[in-house]
């Protein structure tokens, strides 16, 4: 090869006036929106007191805010120091991890509150939030950080931007499809997020396929504080889980069950991860990038069925499986899938959300077919299936099927959109960088000339000047 | 210039008695007036029995610990690893940042008890405190956290302990004024905690003017590490401030909305300061500053006006105008304040919580001026505003007018308070560092002579050899 | 002496077989055992709805759920983030740190929910889960990980998998004894954690004493940057404690009496552990292990009392004593204790949980025998020290003698189990590392070999080529 090291900047990688444009433009037509469109649930509203008086209620402690707010808090967490942390493992790539997923998932949850808003929680001509939208937009935006973890490194903030935009969009379709019209469960989001967040990210750096990214291999690895700054991303995506799937459940055993099942889960994916990912190494040793991701594949795998009548042990079987299937699938899988199907998947989001969210929508789809008025009592089963109005005479097993349904609906969803969204993306305006300098903060941040800096371009040394 | 490079002993720093003293001092007179003053609220005493017979409570769920310990669990987070690690980017101050912020903060919270117990909780010659005495404390700390970012890195923690005696007894003082004399709204501390914080600090510091401070120039930026850990800060605080805003508001609506209308602010605030960033920088690139604090903003500047009606668009317009504001003064402002007003703010908290703070505080003079009893309905406008007692006949436009008063007397108790402290801390006996020695945890801490530590005093080799 | 500088792989540390084994049969064996015994508990059943009827609740809010989830959220994170951060001092074994901490805990709550359960929530047959059995599993594995601190850096995972294994046994029964024979008050459990956790721990690095464990001297010591993630532990472990001590207690006054007393308490240890700090080096210098450490120890030591009427400036005095005792701990008697006793305690869990520990357990008795129907009330009394049925005639005075006995049979059951174990621990096959190679990542982790890593093994040139 002829080219010079340094020669990224052949590709426009000039942020000054698109990424403002693009930023100020979307605010603006999000203030329009909010403005035409969205005012406060009864619940938030100053007229909360008639409210109160209408409905009969007796106390202020009644307000939905007191049963989700505080798992609203845990999810948004998870949001933006999860899965922000989770992706800084990379040795130079620290502040667009943290920062695109911060500035993505802000924009993301503003479009996703009209978006669901729209499907859900409109009446009179305006849309109407609370607590629950709040967590919905969170979730939504989680989608598309899943997804910005195939592309990691190998994308500019615009198109971040432009593909939150159709995710999200996307994603809003989907999940009417799957919980009106199917009248599926999900409420973790083992088909909504995961599986539809996965593959749709999946699609999208398919089709951005980079022939030359080993050009910069040497920068797609961890150093050691990368490592453990990763960490923290995963342990808060594995402590507050539990949060995750019984976020939006109904008040009262749902949302106590779904906790402990994903509890249950969680702990037991821990120990396969562990003993997989010795396994599978000739020295026997740990790798850091099972015990970040696939520990966490338990979660994603009860995100339909924690809600309901699942078990315990029935949850550590789930656990069980998930964590050996996500460290094969880093071990084998994710070299298959670059080297024979062009996928590059920079976080292994296959192994982490769309194996185990395709298994947590079977796992749901079991778990209802399996449903009985003994397991869940009379009231319990109506209840935990919503299977009121025109769902009333619905069996499990027809629900089973619906769940089903579900899975191959996102899936296509996904696929579909990816594709469309990664043509969109392939188009050369967008600023994204050269091969050889994916991975890289300098393109697109501020990057201080430090001591550490200076280690870094040490084979660059007219750079190491001073500050 | 003669000078040799390390002469900072010339300025005595040796904390071995004068630190040990204050604090324990300091420390055994907080346990004399606890044992004096301080006992529990009826909600936290073991004869709660008996109250919830009296209040006709039916359950222990009204206790008010369940309507605010997730909130104030959030705002405490808030204190201690927001502020905290925000200033940790500073490359050899992270000790200092991380633990004098834990120390001023420890000490602050039991004097604001008191404080603000006096004026506020003092039943029978007794303070009653609860879980919301807990909320203010920490919000009061939270002021000398603001001011403690303008002089980050030039004070000796003795300087820190005094400054936190004398702000925390202004702060008590003038949160007095405004919410009992003048009755004014402003609960997440848009005028009592940002502007009065803000303006107290940027005061002290301009006191402490020190001329000599480029001999430590080369200590003021980050590393790439220290950049991350700053992120934790910041997206804790961008994280949990809906928690902040709505942590002491009425129970219910008023909570409920607080939280929607901080949420859609600090959305908004992201997009716009990614833009600006951008934007006023030649190459385009993202500045790590500016995405770490003025994304804050919005934050700061819904502060009086999160619990009103303000309504998710107007909050978004709020969080729009400050994500620029906030972006423009660090890239104009601050360089201006330092040159020609010789204000040294080292993390530009000015730009953060001052402007931002006044801001809000107009913000919230505005929502309360445009008050209807039509938006708010009648009871809830009654109970939004407080506007019983001698309070009954105030109208919107009145209650408008004393939220403006409560800017003005904000500013002016921050400044003459700046003032008078900053000049008890121009004394020569605190200990505090020499210019060049500024910004350097080597100072006041142990620090650990690792390689890390080699590659920072590599000009320096004598000092390198093993621990 | 003659030896070669790496010659770690004389002993035995090849893991991949005998982790993965350790790991999936006991897996298996919980699963097997979940699946016989573990059922939900009444409020998080799907018959909910029917237990609701029965017990006359009106509102789904009364599920214990909302009273608890949150707190258990705060010690989960504690768990996770608070104590596998915390011993990420060491500057090249923070994968071990969290990692380890990680599995030994994910593995020890599926243990203590089954051990536990039987003691606690066994009922016809089946052991009957909830929210307040997933605190209890944290808390118990919290005593796991407190050990896990004395032995830091010197055993394999396996090692740690087996000590898990007998010390949740242990725990169960010891706190069986307390609980449920003597009816001793421990909620924040000061005697069942602490005390037995440290004792626990500090026998079993005892019997594993290492006579030449100077070897690995140099990697002992910290880094800045690992002194600074320490922190976040730190930090964690110190604004949740107040969480951590009042997550089990009685709903209502307990509860919220409860986190104020942990909050004073922590206040207050802040200050002497820096005035100490500071006092007992000769250059007047704070040191980062005491403050990582010692301004912990006042949660420890009133985690059993926290609940009681130990009124706030009790507390502040209790956190004064305990931070004094705990820097001194540091200073002096872990040299001591390893030169003389031959205890080699990495963390020192002596000064942060053994002392503190013992001091709670005391404080605890003291406040218990002071008890009067005056200071609770005459209904609040009882409620308290849950004086009802067989107990219905149990003095304070009677009840301070039954605490001080359940500190002497936690001390005794630690003592004695941790020698049993730590001479299971003993036997040559459990692939526990050699001296010179303690504290080091390297032997059971992939540790990716970067710039800093070079930096590290810069003696080591042949190691550093491309990964």
């Known amino acids: 090869m002829e080219r010079p090291r340094h020669q990224g ?3 426009n990688t000039y942020m000054r006036w698109r990424l403002p444009l693009v930023c100020l433009l979307w605010e603006v037509a999000m203030i329009v929106l909010f403005g035409v469109f969205v005012r406060f649930d009864p619940e938030a509203d100053a007229h909360w007191e008639e409210e109160k008086r209408e409905k009969n209620l007796t106390s202020d402690i009644e307000n939905d805010f007191y049963f989700r707010y505080p798992s609203f808090q845990d999810v948004h967490v998870m949001i933006f120091v999860g899965f922000g942390f ?10 667009g991890a943290v920062g695109f997923n911060f500035l993505l998932a802000a924009f993301g949850i503003q479009w996703a509150l009209l978006m669901q808003g729209w499907f859900h929680s409109f009446k009179n001509g305006k849309i109407l939030i609370g607590v629950e939208n709040l967590i919905n937009a969170d979730f939504c935006v989680g989608s598309v950080c899943i997804a910005f973890g195939a592309i990691l490194g190998k994308t500019s903030p615009i198109q971040l931007l432009v593909m939150t935009l159709f995710q999200v969009t996307l994603f809003a379709v989907n999940e009417y499809i799957l919980l009106n019209l199917l009248h599926v469960k999900d409420a973790g989001g083992s088909m909504t997020i995961h599986t539809f967040g996965a593959y749709f990210g999946l699609m999208v750096t398919r089709i951005l396929y980079r022939p030359n990214l080993e050009q910069s291999k040497d920068k797609q690895g961890s150093v050691y504080h990368s490592d453990l700054f990763a960490m923290i991303g995963t342990l808060y995506l594995w402590m507050y889980w539990p949060s995750f799937n019984s976020a939006i459940s109904e008040h009262g055993d749902a949302q106590h069950r779904a906790a402990i099942n994903t509890y249950c889960s969680l702990a037991a994916c821990v120990l396969t991860t562990m003993a997989f990912s010795s396994m599978l190494q000739k020295k026997g040793k740990l790798d850091m990038v099972h015990i970040q991701n696939a520990t966490l594949a338990g979660g994603v795998a009860v995100g339909t069925s924690a ?8 949850s550590l079987i789930v656990g069980f499986i998930c964590g050996i299937v996500s460290t094969v699938g880093y071990v084998y899988l994710t070299p298959f899938l670059e080297s024979r199907l062009h996928i590059q998947d920079t976080c292994g989001i296959h192994n982490l959300h769309a194996m185990p969210g395709l298994i947590g929508g079977i796992v749901g789809a079991i778990t209802a077919a399996a449903a009985t008025e003994d397991v869940y009592g009379k009231e319990g089963f109506i209840k935990a299936f919503d299977f009121t109005g025109t769902y009333q005479t619905r069996t499990p097993s027809v629900q089973g099927g619906f769940q089903a349904a579900g899975i191959v609906v996102s899936l296509l969803m996904a696929l579909a959109g990816g594709a469309l969204v ?3 993306l392939k188009l050369p ?3 994204d960088a050269a091969a050889e300098n994916c991975f890289e903060d300098d393109i697109y941040w501020e990057v201080p000339e430090d001591e550490e800096g200076d280690a870094y371009h040490m084979h660059n040394p007219d750079k190491a000047t001073s500050p």
Do not use: D, N
Not at 86 to 95: H, P, V
Not at 307 to 314: A, R
């Open 86 to 95: 989770l992706m800084t493992f990379l040795k130079r790539y620290g502040f």
């Open 9 to 11: 900047m052949a590709k």
């Open 307 to 314: 809600e309901m009548m699942l078990t315990p042990y029935g």
């Open 422 to 424: 990664g043509a969109i």
């Open 429 to 431: 305006v967008w600023g």
